[in-house]
């Protein structure tokens, strides 16, 4: 069943349609004729969960649990190694089993990229210890991502309906786990007020996961006929919006901006607005099931290239002075932040 639902997401994902608004496009960031340093100057490493990366980039939880979710994790692995980036795999619930066919989709992601990768593990967040622990192991994880989706839950038909209790669990596995714990949405945002009861129970990383890209209501829609909830799909924080509003939390809160990420300007902006990190799923995944790994690979590559040109064109030559920069807000944005 479970091996059928994720095939279905990643099929159903490609047949969207609906296109929300991360309201990064509100964000304005001024152009520097006079920028004091050479192309070959811009450095874009930086560190997270305690590795040094090259670039800023996670590739996002997605999947994981049949020989389909082998293929895809073995691919973007391969990618994740070659940009030295971080990999999240999809959630592990599927293998927390002795099925070991059903593991290995999920180890060759540590397997591809060696002790060096950054690799992170993903359950959701009413997951009992015992199995975080678990998924941690299996794949010899840096850190834990714990989604939260309840919008998505709601809309699947066989979907949970139980939420209360998940902040004291989260809280618990943070206390206990001794690894870094990562709070995530799925594409309907994190607000302010969500991230500091998060925070206030020990979370130090949150991934926004907002609202303009990847529409969970609109690929659990496809897959039932039953009740139509396409007057949902509207649902959710804009990515611009929960970044701004989380960013006023404490600095030792890192962020990862995630949710419509799809080329070098949202990766800038979301850096600009408070991401320490930005995290792509479902942009990279089409580049790959459209055309191949060779595909995927080349997308990040040109992305990546002019993430460094608007780097210059900024007068930017780190990841550090990059998330320094000023900017201004327009539009929608600026009234949702106004009215907040
Ligand atoms: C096919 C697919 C499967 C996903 N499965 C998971 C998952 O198992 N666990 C999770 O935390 N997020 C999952 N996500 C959500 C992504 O990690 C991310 O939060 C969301 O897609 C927003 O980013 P995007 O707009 O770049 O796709 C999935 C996304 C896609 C496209």
């Given amino acids: 069943m479970r091996e059928k639902r994720k095939r279905e997401h990643v099929e159903n994902y490609l047949r969207t349609t609906y296109k929300g608004a991360t309201l990064l496009e509100n964000v304005f960031l001024e152009h520097n004729a006079l920028p004091d340093l050479n192309f ?12 040094i990366v090259d670039y800023p980039i996670i590739i996002n ?53 060696g002790d060096n990768g950054t690799v992170i593990a993903n359950l959701n967040a009413q997951a ?25 839950e709601v809309v699947m038909l066989e979907g949970d309906r139980h939420f209360r209790g998940i902040l004291d669990n989260i809280g618990n596995i943070v206390e206990k786990v001794g690894k870094p714990v990562i709070v995530k949405e799925v594409g309907f945002g994190i607000s302010k ?31 039932y006929n039953n009740i139509d909830f396409s007057d949902l799909y509207s649902w959710g924080i804009p990515t611009a919006l929960a970044l701004i509003k989380c960013r006023e939390l404490p600095k030792e809160l890192n962020l990862i901006a995630s949710g419509g990420i799809r080329d070098s300007m949202d990766i800038v902006k979301s850096l600009v607005i408070g991401g320490n990190m930005v995290g792509i799923s479902g942009e990279i995944l089409s580049y790959l099931l459209h055309g191949g790994y060779e595909n995927a690979r080349n997308y990040l590559e040109v992305t990546i290239h002019k993430m460094k040109i608007l780097m210059l064109l900024l007068g930017k030559k780190n990841i550090e002075e990059l998330r320094a920069t000023d900017y201004k807000i327009m539009g929608d944005l600026k009234d949702l932040i106004n009215n907040s």
């Fill in 128 to 152: 009992a210890i015992e199995d975080v622990k678990k998924a941690l192991d299996m794949i010899e994880a840096d850190a834990i991502q714990l989604h939260l989706n309840p919008a998505q």
């Fill in 40 to 51: 070959e100057d811009i450095d874009t490493k930086t560190f997270f969960l305690g590795k």
């Fill in 193 to 223: 007020e969500v991230a500091t009861k998060l925070y206030n129970v020990g979370v130090r990383n949150i991934d926004i996961s907002g609202y303009g890209g990847t529409n969970f209501i609109e690929i659990e829609n496809i897959r």
């Fill in 61 to 113: 939880a997605m999947t994981g649990g049949s020989d389909f979710s082998w293929e895809i994790n073995r691919d973007l692995s391969l990618i994740a190694k070659e940009f030295n980036i971080p990999m999240a795999v999809g959630s592990q619930t599927i293998a927390l089993c002795d099925d070991e066919e059903c593991k290995s989709s999920f180890k060759i992601v540590r397997q591809t990229m």
